[in-house]
């Protein structure tokens, strides 16, 4: 067959993901914060974007796909919601507003009465407070004194010694000698445990300032590494402690504090802004709405772009602005469609999780990305990036989106399945009821669940109590053994 070279017409689809796809994929999956950091950046860099100082009226739907066209009143939308959601709620609407006004743990204070900022002690660092001491306990030896606080500047955080003394003995040129013995001095001040070279030292330390440095702590601090392993049956033997001995002396140690700097080091306290708000409605429903001081509201500034055309002939400069413009365009049309998209898989977890909402973390319902997905008429990975980085205020706390997405645990005689969370929450709550001398198994919280409709393997019973970090059955009766006896 001969080859010969010849065209053809064809006509076909592609996507391609332009530099304003990626922009809107991002914005989507960028937490308030940073996409507060996002905009106040473009700001600085398109003249043509102005921050909207005004007070929001307006709060995108929760239907349909996300348009870039002007959002309805809220008020339609709050009568929407309430429409969609409905069945009884343990809470009237002034009283969800109320709790949602304290938030999750809190002592019962709204939260603009608190000022957290105004309240925190004023504390001073460990540095500063050991420079302090070590000014006041070597005042009368200057050389000894410079040799501490060159200790000083080389502990961490946590209040641990990151150099050798023999290195600082030589970049000082003082004898190793003197330095180890300023060392031992150092390791007096408070709190007891700092200037340590390891954890076994900070233990040690604390340990011989309440005299129970016995051998066979000695011995338990020698071995740490076996005692992380878990191999508590040759620890014993090696201490020359029975069993109970041996948990004894661990009980001592966990007491101890094995990080005495991170009590000096503070962070700045930063409020959790939830990125939408779930309330109750009067007819017995829910609203749900997105929070406005979490939305960025931008201003186009047309009016100055045409004044610049106008009067400029630079082609450069034209081309500048116009990039400005159409950029300013896209930035604004990809927040409104954030929020929409936001909104719309909130209101969709709201809906489907409305037992949670009234009756607690027992009654979540199994969910995936899927079936939201499905429910919206979106793609899978659209919702996984609303629901990355976002926080939801619900009457019962403040949750990730990503909370609200558990696995499903099958029922017996094919029945409704359960939520995974759901089970976790009734396995800590069998344990934590539990008689103090009926501890449950594994196989035992399996039979219990069991009858309850809820089809489970031991193993999964044993990997969500690891999970939740409750120990075996074995553990918890030796741990109330040994309080019984103490």
């Known amino acids: 067959m001969a080859l010969s070279a010849r065209l053809q017409v064809r006509q076909t689809q592609s996507l391609i993901i332009t530099p304003q796809l990626m922009q809107a994929i991002r914005l989507l999956q960028m937490s308030g914060v940073e996409l507060e950091r996002f905009v106040a950046e473009e700001l600085e860099q398109n003249p043509l974007l102005d921050a909207d100082e005004s007070p929001a009226s307006d709060t995108p739907d929760s239907g349909g796909e996300p348009q870039a066209d002007a959002a309805p009143a809220s008020a339609d939308i709050e009568a929407d919601a309430a429409d969609v959601f409905s069945g009884p709620i343990g809470l009237d609407s002034d009283a969800a507003r109320a709790q949602l006004a304290r938030g999750a743990g809190s002592t019962g204070a709204p939260l603009d009465d608190i000022g957290l900022d105004q309240r925190l002690p004023a504390t001073e660092s460990l540095e500063a407070m050991l420079g302090r001491t070590i000014d006041t306990v ?203 998209t936001v909104l719309k898989v909130a209101t969709e977890i709201v809906r489907r999780q409305d037992g949670f909402l009234n009756n607690g973390v027992g009654h979540l319902k199994p969910l995936n990305l899927r079936m939201v997905a499905d429910a919206l008429g979106i793609h899978e990975s659209t919702v996984s990036r609303a629901a990355a980085n976002k926080t939801i205020a619900t009457p019962r706390g403040i949750f990730e989106f990503r909370y609200f997405f558990t696995g499903a645990i099958p029922a017996t005689l094919g029945g409704e399945a359960h939520s995974a969370e759901a089970v976790k929450h009734r396995i800590r709550k069998m344990i934590l009821e539990e008689p103090g001398d009926a501890v449950l198994s594994d196989d035992a919280i399996v039979a219990v669940l069991s009858r309850e409709g809820i089809e489970i393997a031991r193993r999964t019973v044993a990997k969500y109590r690891e999970i939740m970090r409750i120990g075996s059955s074995v553990e918890r009766r030796r741990e109330r053994r040994l309080k019984a006896a103490s």
């Open 138 to 340: 070597f005042a009368a030896a200057p050389v000894e004194r410079a040799i501490a606080l060159a200790l000083l500047s080389e502990l961490d955080e946590a209040g641990y010694l990151t150099a050798e003394p023999a290195a600082i003995a030589s970049r000082l040129g003082a004898s190793p000698m003197l330095v180890e013995r300023v060392l031992g001095a150092c390791q007096d001040l408070a709190p007891t445990g700092v200037f340590a070279r390891s954890l076994a030292e900070c233990l040690e330390l604390q340990l011989a300032e309440r005299d129970r440095l016995t051998q066979p702590m000695q011995t338990l601090l020698a071995n740490l590494p076996r005692l992380a392993a878990g191999d508590r049956a040759s620890l014993a033997a090696l201490c020359g402690v029975g069993r109970d001995g041996l948990e004894k002396l661990v009980a001592e140690i966990r007491a101890l504090d094995p990080k005495p700097g991170l009590a000096f080091t503070h962070e700045p306290i930063r409020a959790l802004i939830p990125d939408v708000f779930v309330r109750a409605a009067p007819n017995n429903g829910w609203i749900v709405e997105l929070n406005d001081e979490v939305l960025p509201r931008l201003l186009v500034n047309r009016a100055y772009y045409a004044q610049v055309n106008a009067r400029t002939s630079n082609d450069a400069d034209k081309r500048y602005f116009a990039d400005c413009l159409q950029k300013a365009n896209w930035l604004e049309k990809s927040l409104d469609q954030r929020a929409r």
